[in-house]
């Protein structure tokens, strides 16, 4: 293989040549990679940080005041966390009335969120909290001062089967899988062995594009809603062909196994059955056990909003498909920017050599797509014999990161190989400096993932289905600076001192350099313990200064999604925070409205349900009201 060497100092950049691998697709681009060691002086300090906590005492709750609100020492209890993950059976649609502050006048369009909002289906609790039946919400602003709130779950083919038979059909991600009582495999105490059918319960996020509101789910592909009734659309959809079936079925492991019995180009056809033999296409036993195929490949269940001069807003979104070639397993990726008339007008695939692991989210700077690979191991035979699900079969390892720094002119994707690992699960933001791409990104750092590949079933992503946080890793937010042209990788953690994810930056500023993420965050006095989020934070990540709302002891936080102001394209403080509380002493959910320019004033206004939501993973908000006539 040619090679061009690159004097740089005392380094040497090794440039790939230009013919692909004998693994990558023939479409796929062959990478350039430049062999990074990593700047080890930024992996270790973490950055003294000033938290100012101050609430308005009719809105909210001081450090103080929340240590005395109950509980042991104003520690959380489990119990109450717990309560937050209990199952909301109801679909609602009303006028909020009971509303403490007051509602912006400027506050006009519609957030939409996501989560598990079923736990159990019959006598059977899911195994996982992130198995749960996806509850879309929406919260409509008018233009007259009012808030409707509706709610809706998802209404997937694998739902409506389910709630048809008042039992657990399907096997899940995280672990969740049927009773079976029959047959030969259950005779063997391997009810669910080779059955490697994923159901898709469309609960992890929404994004509204062009009118179209859609149910995300990485493991699968989207479910359309109506906006404006929360009415599931017959899918699942595959925008417009972007996700079609040209390469084979959206469970990797069902590709997988298609592929190795021969049919790798799974054209429209499902998994295999319970005896291993894959289901060719027009073949209906499978769906007469309610499992339907699975067409396509999967689709990210983080979308970002990108911006640019001279361009209108595009929604960028990738789409992933493992695939196994002569040189090993491969993950495909293909990433697609769509205009508001859900056009494609750019995007590159490119391929992740010898893993099944897909990345759960990636980011957006203004010349480059950025993807960090995780070493990690797959114990495929517990996931075939059905004994463990697919999350819990992913081990991490110690094993060198990988950066994919993917042009979105098209150009030749940069690998940087060998760099210290970390495993980052959120991103807030990428922007360019000179030669250098700067990652802002929520996650586990060095030190936590060499103790995690020292845990072969660590548990990491079981323990927090009861409300116990306290084994969950602490995660961190953190910034990578990349230079393009040497390689070099320096990484600063930006604030550690307490446990925090979920990171958000102003839309506007997205792609460009900022000043402020906005977070959700465990108690200060718990900082290093995995504590649940219970304050919305804003991180000022220039000087460590924070300011954080602390809603109260027996309260727990979502995710804060930014409500631009009519000033954000030039301000980056000027707009509303929206985020989810939900609240154990009365068993009910509120929205919390924050002022971007100042956390420490608490909440503008606090919207309470009438009941409770579960809590819940992502949102969307649109300028558009979706709401009924007031």
Same mark, same amino acid.
């Given at each position: ?134 509850? +879309? ?13 509706? @709610? ?11 709630? !048809? ?6 096997? @899940? ?33 929404? +994004? ?6 859609? !149910? ?262 953190? @910034? ?27 839309? @506007? ?58 000033? !954000? ?11 989810? +509380? ?10 919390? +409205? ?37």
């Amino acid at each position: 293989m040619q090679h061009i060497v690159l004097a740089t100092g005392s380094r040497r950049c090794y440039l790939r040549g230009s013919k692909p691998h004998m693994a990558c697709s023939l479409r796929t681009p062959t990478p350039l990679r430049l062999p990074s060691p990593f700047d080890r002086h930024g992996s270790k300090g973490r950055r003294s940080l000033r938290v100012t906590a101050v609430a308005a005492p009719e809105l909210g709750t001081t450090v103080a005041g929340a240590e005395a609100a109950g509980g042991d020492s104003g520690k959380y209890q489990s119990s109450d966390f717990a309560a937050a993950f209990t199952s909301q059976p109801k679909e609602y649609e009303y006028w909020i009335t009971e509303i403490e502050g007051q509602v912006p006048e400027s506050l006009r369009g519609t957030l939409f969120r996501n989560g598990p909002g079923r736990f159990e289906r019959g006598d059977q609790k899911y195994a996982h909290v992130l198995d749960g039946d996806g509850y +879309v919400t929406s919260f409509s602003f008018s233009q007259e001062g009012k808030v409707h709130f509706r @709610s809706a779950y998802v209404r997937t083919s694998d739902l409506e089967k389910e709630a !048809a038979a008042d039992a657990v059909l399907y096997r @899940s991600a995280f672990g969740t899988a049927p009773n079976k009582r029959s047959g030969i495999l259950s005779a063997l105490g391997l009810p669910n062995a080779f059955d490697t059918y994923l159901k898709n319960p469309a609960n992890t996020n929404v +994004v509204l594009w062009g009118d179209k509101l859609f !149910a995300l789910y990485e493991a699968g592909q989207p479910w359309q809603m109506d906006p404006y009734t929360l009415k599931t659309h017959p899918g699942p959809d595959n925008l417009g062909d972007f996700l079609a079936a040209d390469s084979a079925p959206t469970n990797p492991l069902a590709s997988l196994w298609a592929q190795a019995a021969g049919n790798g180009k799974a054209d429209g056809q499902g998994p295999p059955t319970a005896l291993g033999k894959p289901m060719g296409k027009g073949r209906s036993d499978r769906q007469s056990k309610g499992k339907p195929a699975q067409p396509g490949k999967a689709c990210t269940a983080h979308p970002h909003v990108v911006h640019g001069e001279g361009m209108s807003d595009r929604l960028a979104v990738y789409s992933s498909n493992v695939q196994a070639k002569l040189g090993g397993l491969e993950v495909v990726i293909d990433v697609g920017e769509f205009d508001e008339q859900w056009q494609r007008v750019a995007g590159q695939q490119f391929s992740m050599q010898n893993t099944l692991f897909v990345p759960h989210d990636f980011a957006v700077s203004e010349s480059y797509y950025i993807f960090f690979y995780s070493d990690t191991t797959f114990e495929l035979v517990q996931f075939l014999l059905g004994r463990q699900g697919l999350a819990q079969c992913l081990n991490m390892t110690d094993g060198p990161m990988k950066i994919y720094l993917v042009p979105r002119n098209g150009d030749k994707p940069i690998v940087i190989d060998n760099v210290e690992p970390c495993f980052l699960i959120h991103f807030a933001n990428a922007y360019e400096e000179g030669d250098e791409v700067v990652v802002q990104a929520i996650g586990w750092g060095p030190e936590i993932v060499r103790d995690l590949a020292a845990m072969q079933g660590s548990g990491v992503f079981g323990t927090f289905s009861k409300g116990d946080y306290n084994k969950v890793p602490v995660t961190s937010l953190w @910034s990578h600076r990349i230079n393009v042209k040497t390689g070099k990788v320096k990484r600063e953690c930006l604030f550690g001192d307490q446990r925090n994810d979920h990171p958000r930056v102003n839309p @506007s500023f997205y792609s460009k350099p900022t000043r402020y993420v906005y977070v959700n965050a465990c108690m200060p006095e718990d900082g290093n313990v995995a504590n649940p989020p219970q304050a919305f934070t804003r991180v000022d990540v220039q000087t460590g200064e924070t300011q954080a709302w602390f809603p109260g002891i027996r309260c727990f936080c979502e995710e804060l999604v930014f409500v631009p102001g009519p000033k !954000a394209a030039t301000q980056e403080t000027d707009g509303f925070l929206l985020g989810m +509380v939900y609240d154990a002493a009365r068993h009910k959910s509120f929205l919390a +409205v924050l002022d971007a320019a100042d956390f420490n004033k608490g909440p503008l206004a606090k919207l309470w349900l009438k009941h409770h939501v579960p809590h819940g993973l992502h949102g969307f908000f649109s300028p558009t009201y979706y709401g009924p006539s007031s």
